[in-house]
C-alpha cells in the first residue's frame, strides 16, 4: 500500500491544478463576455443587481410566516370562541401587538366607530387594498426591468453590428470572414446578457405575484371569521359595556379637554363690533 501513496498524493496535486486552470479559464471568458458589450452591458448588470437585491428582499418579507403569523392565524380561527369567552379585550390587544397586515386589518375591523357590518367591510376592504399595494412593494422595479433588460441588450446588439459594418465599410482589404463571425458574436453578447437577466426576473415575478394572490386571499378568510364573530357578539357594544378597554390607545386622538373651544362666529363678530363701537365711542 506504501508504493500507492506517492502515485495518489500526483495525482490528487493534478486535479486541483487542474481545477485552477478551468477556474481561471472560466473566470477570464466571464469577465471578456462581461466587456465585450460596452456601456449596454453595464447597464444590463445594473439591472441584475437591482433585480436581484429586489428578489431577496420581496422574498423574505412575503414568507408566510412574516404575513400570517401563524399565532395570529390561530387566534382569528377562534376568534367566535373568544368572543364567547368574553375575551374580546385580549384579541384585540393582540392584533394591535402584532406588526403584520392582517393584524392591521384585524384592527380596523374591530373598530368601535363601524355601527354595522357593512360599514366595517367597507373600512376593511380599504385598509386591505392598501395592504397589498404594500406587499406589492418592488414588483413594478421587476416588471421594468423585465421590459428594458432585453431591449438593452438588442440595442448593445445593433450598436454592435453597426460598428462591424462601418469597420468593413471602411476597410480597402478583402474582409476575413471569420473576423466578421467574430464581431457579430460579441454584438450578439449583450442580447445574451439581457435575455439572461430578464428570464429569472420573469420567473420571481411570476411567483411574487401568486404568492401576494394566495395571501390576499387567506387573510380575507380569517379577516371574513373576524368580522362575523365580532357584529354576532356585540360588535361596537362591546366597548359600550367595557369588555374592550383597551382599543383608544390606537384610535385617532380625540380633542383634549384642555384645548381651546372653537368660537362661533356670530360670537366672534359680534365682539369686534362692539369693541369698534367702544373705541369710536
Not at 48 to 65: C, G, T, V
Not at 158 to 180: C, H, N, Q, R, Y
Request: with cysteine; glycine share 8%; hydrophobic share 50%.
Amino acid at each position: 500500500m506504501a508504493h500507492f501513496l506517492p502515485f495518489t498524493s500526483a495525482m490528487t496535486d493534478a486535479g486541483l491544478a487542474l481545477a485552477m486552470e478551468i477556474d481561471a479559464s472560466v473566470n477570464a471568458k466571464i469577465w471578456d463576455f462581461l466587456l465585450s458589450g460596452g456601456v449596454f452591458m453595464g447597464f444590463i448588470a445594473v439591472c441584475s443587481f437591482i433585480a436581484f437585491a429586489i428578489s431577496i428582499h420581496r422574498l423574505m418579507s412575503l414568507r408566510w410566516r412574516a404575513v400570517l403569523p401563524p399565532v395570529l392565524v390561530d387566534q382569528l380561527e377562534r376568534a367566535e370562541r373568544t368572543f364567547r369567552q368574553g375575551k374580546a379585550a385580549e384579541l384585540f390587544r393582540f392584533l394591535d401587538e402584532s406588526d403584520s397586515p392582517v393584524g392591521r386589518i384585524g384592527c380596523v375591523a374591530m373598530l368601535p366607530e363601524h355601527a354595522t357590518r357593512e360599514e366595517a367591510q367597507d373600512a376593511v376592504e380599504a385598509t386591505a387594498r392598501e395592504e397589498v399595494v404594500r406587499l406589492q412593494t418592488g414588483l413594478s422595479a421587476l416588471e421594468v426591468v423585465i421590459t428594458i433588460a432585453p431591449l438593452l441588450g438588442l440595442l448593445g446588439t445593433v450598436s454592435g453590428l453597426v460598428s462591424v459594418f462601418a469597420t468593413l465599410g471602411e476597410s480597402k482589404d478583402v474582409a476575413d470572414p471569420s473576423a466578421i463571425a467574430a464581431g457579430i458574436a460579441k454584438a450578439l453578447n449583450t442580447t445574451i446578457g439581457g435575455l439572461a437577466v430578464a428570464v429569472p426576473t420573469v420567473i420571481v415575478h411570476s411567483f411574487l405575484q401568486k404568492r401576494i394572490e394566495a395571501l390576499a386571499a387567506r387573510m380575507e378568510i380569517l379577516i371574513g371569521h373576524l368580522l362575523n364573530a365580532f357584529h354576532r357578539n356585540g360588535g361596537a357594544a362591546l366597548y359600550e359595556r367595557g369588555e374592550i378597554n383597551t382599543a383608544q390607545r390606537d384610535l385617532p386622538m380625540a380633542a383634549s379637554d384642555d384645548a381651546p373651544p372653537e368660537l362661533d362666529d356670530e360670537i366672534v363678530l359680534g365682539a369686534f363690533d362692539a369693541g369698534e363701537k367702544s373705541r369710536r365711542s
